[in-house]
């Protein structure tokens, strides 16, 4: 079973350079929220760098539903998948740890959490 993949990067074009250097700090910080919250949680995970694997970042791309694609430009990372499967943006995880739902939100299974705190 692939484990849980935040994908991340700070693929930010077509904004100025102001609001281009605020958003990276904001994209960084919730990838720092979403990532210090698996780890402390023992959730074991895969972070890919959008920005290094063009790959990566058009498969991410490609696979977040269309509801979720913002009306310009690319959705902004952190996003979220578990396998294949889409979970959300921070957004979406943010709400599900203020309704206590992580589990549910990751769909998480026994196999998918850790024993010690190596990623």
């Known amino acids: 079973m692939q484990p849980l993949t935040p994908y991340h ?3 930010l074009l077509h ?3 102001t609001t281009r250097v605020a958003l990276f700090y904001q994209v960084k910080k919730h990838q720092q929220a979403v990532v210090g919250f698996l780890e402390a949680n023992r959730i ?3 972070e890919v760098d959008i920005t290094m694997q063009e790959e990566q970042r058009l498969w991410m791309y490609r ?3 269309k509801d979720k694609q913002p009306e ?3 959705p902004l990372p952190p996003q979220i998948f578990n396998e294949d499967h ?3 943006d921070y957004e979406d995880f943010f709400q ?3 309704n206590n739902t992580v589990s549910e ?3 998480l299974t026994c196999h998918q959490t850790k024993t010690d705190s190596a990623s």
């Open 63 to 65: 696979n977040i539903p």
């Open 96 to 98: 599900s740890k203020e």
């Open 86 to 88: 889409y979970c959300g």
């Open 9 to 11: 990067g700070n693929h």
């Open 105 to 107: 939100f990751l769909r």
């Open 44 to 46: 074991n995970f895969q």
């Open 72 to 74: 310009r430009g690319n």
């Open 15 to 17: 904004h100025p350079r």
